[in-house]
């Protein structure tokens, strides 16, 4: 017997994931700031990053699904036709982080982590061989 998919359709899966964007930047996250010689108080809106697991959180919180687990991993062939969401999806949140951390809205380091970039350093090694003599020969 065939499961019952949570969500429909693709077309369904990229109108939740363009809700859960809207979502995000509608209630952004906020930082205490102390301004002027009084040291006033003012919260400073933040954006936050999009990410596929903060997808999923949201998701989880309209209780639609726990887990993309099965639309992603496509086992048995059963979700073929969300694979190509599943990707515009990651690739939206990788395009989303890796512009907002080039900009410096978010933190480059913690950026890079999360999509697996790294900076590469070469670094030349100079090999030393060592001869033992014997003075006595």
Known sequence: MAKHKYIETPEKLWELFESYVLHEKQNPMYKQEYVGKDGRTELTPLETPITFEGFECY????????????????????YTEYVPIITRIRKNCFVHN????????????????K???????????????RFDFDVND
Do not use: P, W
């Open 59 to 78: 998701l989880m919180d309209q209780e639609i699904i726990e887990d993309l687990g099965h639309y992603s991993r496509n086992k048995d062939e059963r």
């Open 98 to 113: 890796f512009r907002g951390a080039s900009v410096g809205l978010f933190n480059a380091n913690i950026i890079a982590k």
């Open 115 to 129: 999509l697996g970039l790294s900076e590469k350093v070469e670094t030349q090694q100079t090999i030393v061989q």
